[in-house]
């Protein structure tokens, strides 16, 4: 759980937001917590970017997902399900960028890709639930996902059961937030008239993860087992949801 929290802050929470024990309470699902990933000096750490499941979601999701990484330059996003009604998309910043520019950006993104998503002009900076944790409505458990997996997550609103820690952290600890060079380039890229690139773009500071794409629209049970072996996890569905014994 230690490290679960560390990969948390280290992505997403601003200095001092939230507080490593409260946290953890959140996360076992002892605790309901909300906190925006604005910090009280105006500086934004991360967004999320919603996708309200419905019959072209996940799909949705995908090609966004991988035209940040191919048509932008930036870092592979993470992925959850929130235990309700929705796919998330989730951006870091290192350093946090200022709030207006932040939500200029979300917003860019929104009108370029997801034209038809409500967007609240304060977005940045409104209190989110970082997973995982109980959602207070469903009962069911939000969660970093594997990012071949959201299809499967359709007709679902969640996890029945808290995902192991484990395997949350192996998700989040190859995230890399993006740097200012990337986020100015973006948008750049997303500016007034600009075309969008179908082609890979590379930045500086890029890894090979961001040219090759996140997702898969349609990632076979072959696919999901060489991911997860790769990041040292046992790929049966039983490890993905099922906690870790204390």
């Known amino acids: ?18 507080p490593p024990d409260v946290l953890a309470l959140h996360a076992l699902g002892q605790q309901h917590l909300e906190v925006s990933l604005t910090g009280a000096d105006g500086l934004t750490r991360a967004f999320m970017i919603p996708f309200r499941k419905g019959e072209q979601a996940w799909e ?13 330059g930036l870092p592979a996003p993470a992925v959850s399900i929130s235990g309700d009604d929705a796919y998330g998309l989730w951006l870091s910043f290192e350093p946090a960028q200022p709030a207006a520019q932040a939500q200029a ?6 009108d370029r890709y997801v034209p038809d998503t409500d967007l609240p002009g304060d977005a940045v900076r409104r209190p989110v639930a970082l997973p995982p944790c109980v959602h207070p409505r469903s009962g069911k458990w939000s969660a970093f996902i594997h990012p071949g997996m959201g299809a499967s997550f359709a007709d679902e609103p969640g ?13 989040l600890e190859k995230c890399e937030s993006v740097n200012p060079e990337q986020f100015e380039h973006a948008m750049a890229m997303l500016g007034p008239g ?6 890979a773009v590379a930045m500086p500071g890029a890894t090979s993860s961001q040219a090759t794409g996140l997702l898969l629209k349609d990632a076979t049970l072959e ?14 569905f039983r490890h993905l949801i099922t906690p870790l014994t204390r």
């Open 1 to 18: 759980m230690q490290k679960l929290i560390a990969e948390l802050m280290r992505l997403y929470l601003p200095a001092g937001a939230v």
């Open 159 to 171: 996890l029945d059961m808290a995902p192991p820690p484990h395997g949350q952290v192996t998700f």
């Open 105 to 110: 950006l979300l917003e860019r993104l929104r």
């Open 194 to 199: 600009q075309p969008v690139v179908q082609q």
């Open 223 to 236: 696919d999901i087992v060489r991911h997860l072996h790769a990041l040292n996890i046992e790929p049966t």
């Open 60 to 72: 949705q999701l995908c090609d966004v997902a991988n035209a940040l990484q191919q048509e932008l």
